[in-house]
C-alpha cells in the first residue's frame, strides 16, 4: 500500500472541488431560480442543493477512477485500503455520501469526519473513508 496522501494535498483538492461545484452549482442555480436570500426558505433550498449537487459530483468521479478534479490537480486518488484498488461505485458513493452527512446533519460532524486524518493512524483516514474502507494516496 502505498504512503497516505498529505493533509495539505488532501485540503487543497477539497477546496478547488468545493468552490468549482459552488461556482458551478449557484451559477446554474441563479439562472434558473434567481437570486436567493440565504436567510430565507429558498436561500436553504440553494445551500441543500449544492450539498446534493456535490454528492452526486464526488460519487461520479470516485467512481471513474478514484479522482475528482481537485484530486487530479494535486496527483491523488481514492483507492480501496485492502488492494490499492479504485474504489467500485458502492464504495464511492458510501464515502461520498458519509462526507455529505456533514451537510445535512450537522456542521460538528463534518468537522469531526475531516479532522479525523490528523490522529488516525497508520492510513490517515477521514471517517468517510473508514466507512467506505478508502485510503487517499499520492498517484506518483
Same mark, same amino acid.
Not at 498529505?6 to 458551478?24: E, H, M, P, T
Not at 433550498?45 to 479522482?67: F, K, N, P
Given at each position: 500500500?502505498?504512503?497516505?496522501a ?9 477546496? !478547488? @472541488?468545493s468552490? $468549482?461545484?459552488?461556482? %458551478?452549482?449557484? $451559477? ?23 450539498? *446534493? $449537487?456535490?454528492? %452526486? ?7 471513474r477512477d ?9 496527483r491523488?486518488?481514492v ?7 479504485s474504489p ?5 458513493w ?6 455529505? $452527512?456533514?451537510?445535512?446533519?450537522c456542521?460538528?460532524f463534518? *468537522?469531526l469526519? %475531516?479532522?479525523?486524518? *490528523?490522529? @488516525?493512524?497508520?492510513y ?10 478508502? !485510503?487517499?494516496?499520492?498517484? @506518483?
Amino acid at each position: 500500500m502505498p504512503r497516505p496522501a498529505g493533509s495539505g494535498w488532501r485540503l487543497l483538492a477539497r477546496v !478547488v @472541488d468545493s468552490l $468549482l461545484v459552488g461556482f %458551478v452549482g449557484s $451559477l446554474v442555480l441563479w439562472t434558473v431560480l434567481g437570486f436567493p436570500d440565504y436567510g430565507s426558505a429558498p436561500g436553504l433550498l440553494y445551500s441543500g442543493l449544492v450539498a *446534493l $449537487l456535490y454528492l %452526486v459530483y464526488e460519487g461520479v468521479m470516485l467512481s471513474r477512477d478514484g479522482q475528482t478534479v481537485g484530486k487530479k490537480l494535486v496527483r491523488i486518488r481514492v483507492a480501496m485500503l485492502a488492494d490499492g484498488s479504485s474504489p467500485p461505485a458502492s464504495a464511492a458513493w458510501l464515502r461520498a455520501g458519509v462526507y455529505s $452527512l456533514g451537510a445535512w446533519v450537522c456542521c460538528i460532524f463534518w *468537522l469531526l469526519d %475531516v479532522l479525523w486524518h *490528523l490522529w @488516525d493512524k497508520p492510513y490517515r483516514q477521514c471517517l468517510h473513508d473508514k466507512a467506505a474502507r478508502t !485510503v487517499v494516496v499520492p498517484t @506518483d
